[in-house]
Antibody, heavy 119, light 105 residues
Framework: EVQLVESGGVVVQPGGSLRLSCAAS????????MHWVRQAPGKGLEWVSL????????YYADSVKGRFTISRDNSKNSLYLQMNSLRTEDTALYYC????????????WGQGTLVTVSS | EIVLTQSPATLSLSPGERATLSCRAS??????LAWYQQKPGQAPRLLIY???NRATGIPARFSGSGSGTDFTLTISSLEPEDFAVYYC???????FGQGTRLEIK
């Protein structure tokens, strides 16, 4: 069974930093591109970032470019999101999700970890 | 950047009725469009990929169509569990549409 479990969400002050983690199991992690998607309270889905299977390619939404860094450790079946210079508008539930290349889409999602940026 | 616009923002229908949801891209995305369903308190679920292909385990009442800039998600006969928010996503820059809330009339 595929499982994605996010962690690391906390309350942080504006300007602060945070690292989110996503522990993957039930599939061959290093075969797949992984994404982060966020959802502000009561709002829609916002794509944040993706990383290729080997970490060689990364992409970011304009809203987080230069502040967030996506990475992965295939030896630990783990995905990360380093978040710096946090703003109040970064407050959201952060999901990690697995991309399926065969049936192209985000086919498995975690339950999310909540990041609150507030003074 | 490619922007996806979904309409309507809210759709009010009764169980058994047909639902038609629209997603329009600001420029062509070929057929590289997916649809997701999200229920309250749950993560999204992939419904349709590449505009018209049902994901694994998705009931046949869900269908997708379109290419280029105009796409449609159709639910042929609404079941009570279908009332949720639906999002489209393209894989040129991975952005989502703003969502359509399907509510019980």
């Amino acid at each position: 069974e595929v499982q994605l479990v996010e962690s690391g969400g906390v309350v942080v002050q504006p300007g602060g930093s945070l690292r989110l983690s996503c522990a993957a199991s039930g599939f061959t992690f290093d075969d797949y591109t992984m994404h982060w998607v966020r959802q502000a309270p009561g709002k829609g889905l916002e794509w944040v970032s993706l990383i290729s299977w080997d970490g060689g390619s990364t992409y970011y939404a304009d809203s987080v470019k230069g502040r967030f860094t996506i990475s992965r450790d295939n030896s630990k079946n783990s995905l990360y999101l380093q978040m710096n210079s946090l703003r109040t508008e970064d407050t959201a539930l952060y999901y990690c999700a697995k991309w399926d290349d065969v049936d192209p889409g985000l086919d498995y999602w975690g339950q999310g970890t909540l990041v609150t940026v507030s003074s | 950047e490619i922007v996806l616009t979904q309409s309507p923002a809210t759709l009010s229908l009764s169980p058994g009725e047909r639902a038609t949801l629209s997603c329009r891209a600001s420029q062509s995305v070929s057929s590289y469009l997916a649809w997701y369903q999200q229920k309250p308190g749950q993560a999204p679920r992939l419904l349709i990929y590449d505009a018209s292909n049902r994901a694994t385990g998705i009931p046949a009442r869900f269908s997708g169509s379109g290419s280029g800039t105009d796409f449609t998600l159709t639910i042929s006969s609404l079941e009570p569990e279908d009332f949720a928010v639906y999002y489209c996503q393209q894989r040129s820059n991975w952005l989502f549409g703003q969502g359509t809330r399907l509510e019980i009339k």
